[in-house]
Each structure stands twice: as structure tokens, then as C-alpha cells.
């Protein structure tokens, strides 16, 4: 393994638990390509959510942008641990360049934005990330995203996944002044936003986010009833973690101020188990 390859796998162990666990199930053959999606990931979250000022966050999705376009094209790259890691699973995987460059574009969305997205635009830079994500992960492992049954599922699984982790995360985006979660379920539960803001519970909110968690359990049920071949353990590990982490929301009653929202049992890596032994979740 290379230094740039443990380098990814490093960050994504720091990182990205879920992305991580995933990568535990994957063929030996593939796993330095998944992980170096996963830190690419990692890179733009980064960018988006722990950088203090939008315009400091968009410029370095700008410089990720220029990284990507290098890599398309075949040249010298600029040096940087995943860079190197994505322009080789690139190369040998031939990987989707405009999946990538779609990702970043979501994220510069997101930073772009001013307050909480429409439901389409939600819909739109979920399909951007969390789907695009689930894209280029099977592409790694040899598949096609575009057959249709692992197109329509990896739009729905990266809905779902994006639709809780939004949920999840809606206290440290309050803290932020942020707000993801879409205007229309918002308002349907009569979120008062000052009150969030100012980390105050509200039944208003767990009305929303049970809302929301209906409308990703039902994209979860969907993508279950495609015929996902076991080789897309990418998109099968991530659909069971959403289902996992939906389960724990709907335990604490959707109250995004119980702790058990935002857990982190360790034997979730047990609980993944079957679903990659048999391929399904």
C-alpha cells in the first residue's frame, strides 16, 4: 500500500466512521479506490462545514474543482495525498470525472446558499453527493451506475442517507446559523427558526424530522425491492447504516437533543455484517 493510500484510509478512519465500516467488507482489490473516494468526500465536507467563512470554503472547493479537471485530463497533478489516491483509482477505474466535479458543485450549493433549500433543491444536491458518491463507489468495484435498477437506488439510498444525516446533524447546524433541513417540511411542522437557533426544543421540530424520516424510510423501501446485484456492497452498506441510524432517530422519538441521535454504538460493524455476507439490507 502506498503512502498516499494509507494516508485515505487514515482520514476516512478519523472521519467518516460510516464510509469506514463500509470499507471493512471491501475486497481487498478495491478498497485503496473506495477509500480514496471516501477521503475525496471527506475533503468537501470539510471544505463546506468546518471552514468559518463560506467564501474561504469556496475557494478551496475551487482548488478541489482545478484537482479534479487535472486528473480528467491526464497531466501532472497538483501534489496532495488524495489527489494522487483519486487520480490513480481514476486511472485504473476509470472513474467519472463529472461525478466528481457534481459533488463539488453541490457543496458550493449548499455554501452558497442563503437559508433553508427547497425540497427540489435538497433533492437535487443530495442526488449530487450522497448519490454521486454511491456512483463512483461502484464504479470502483466494476459496476455501471447507469443500469437502471443501481441508477434508480442510488439516487434513493443517497436521498435517504442525505435526509438523515441532515436530521442528525440539525443541532451542530443551528450552532452555525445553518440550516439544511427543506423550507417546506420546515414550515408544514411550524419550525420556529429563532427557537433553533437558539438550541431550545420545540414539538415542532421532532414533527419535522419525523416527517422527514417517513420520506427516507419510503426511498429505503424502494431502493430494497430493485434488483441490486451483492457486488454493490457500496450502495448496500450505506442503505443499512441510513437504516441503522433512522431506527436510533425513531428510538429517541426524533428529539434531536437525545444523545442516542448522534451515537456511535461499536457494534454497528456487527450489525453490517449480514447484509454483506448476503447482499441486502
Keep these: 500500500m502506498s503512502a498516499h493510500d494509507d494516508y485515505c484510509l487514515a482520514q476516512v478512519r478519523q472521519g467518516d466512521r460510516d464510509r469506514y465500516l463500509a470499507l471493512l467488507f471491501s475486497p481487498a482489490s478495491t478498497r485503496n479506490g473506495l ?7 471527506l475533503e468537501l465536507a470539510r471544505a463546506a462545514s468546518e471552514i468559518s467563512e463560506s467564501m474561504l470554503g469556496l475557494v478551496r472547493l475551487q482548488w478541489w474543482r482545478e484537482a479534479v479537471e487535472e486528473i480528467a ?30 459533488m463539488i458543485a453541490g457543496k458550493e450549493d449548499e455554501l452558497e446558499s442563503d437559508g433553508a433549500p427547497t425540497q427540489a433543491a435538497f433533492d437535487a444536491r443530495a442526488d449530487s453527493t450522497a448519490a454521486n458518491l454511491i456512483r463512483l463507489s461502484l464504479e470502483t468495484v466494476g459496476l455501471d451506475p447507469a443500469e437502471p435498477a443501481l441508477a434508480a437506488a442510488s439516487g434513493e439510498v443517497g436521498r435517504a442517507y442525505a435526509t438523515i444525516g441532515c436530521a442528525r446533524s440539525v ?17 408544514e411542522a411550524g419550525v420556529d427558526l429563532d427557537k433553533l437557533f437558539d438550541l431550545r426544543p420545540q414539538p415542532a421540530l421532532q414533527a419535522c424530522l419525523r416527517a422527514l424520516g417517513e420520506q427516507a424510510r419510503a426511498a429505503l423501501d424502494a431502493a430494497r425491492n ?26 429517541a422519538a426524533y ?25 441486502r439490507f
Design 73 to 102: 485530463a491526464g497531466g501532472a497533478t497538483r501534489r496532495h495525498p488524495v489527489v494522487d489516491a483519486l487520480s490513480e483509482a481514476t486511472r485504473t477505474r476509470r472513474l467519472s470525472a463529472d461525478r466528481m466535479l457534481a
Design 35 to 41: 477509500a480514496a473516494i471516501a477521503a475525496f468526500n
Design 255 to 279: 428529539d434531536p437533543f437525545d444523545p442516542r441521535v448522534i451515537a456511535t454504538p461499536p457494534f454497528d460493524v456487527w450489525r453490517l455484517l449480514p447484509s454483506a455476507i448476503i447482499g
Design 171 to 187: 443541532l451542530l447546524d443551528a450552532r452555525r446559523h445553518r440550516v439544511r433541513l427543506p423550507a417546506e417540511a420546515l414550515a
Design 226 to 251: 430493485r434488483p441490486v446485484p451483492r457486488r454493490a456492497l457500496p450502495l448496500i452498506l450505506t442503505a443499512k447504516l441510513a437504516g441503522l441510524h433512522l431506527e436510533r432517530l425513531r428510538r
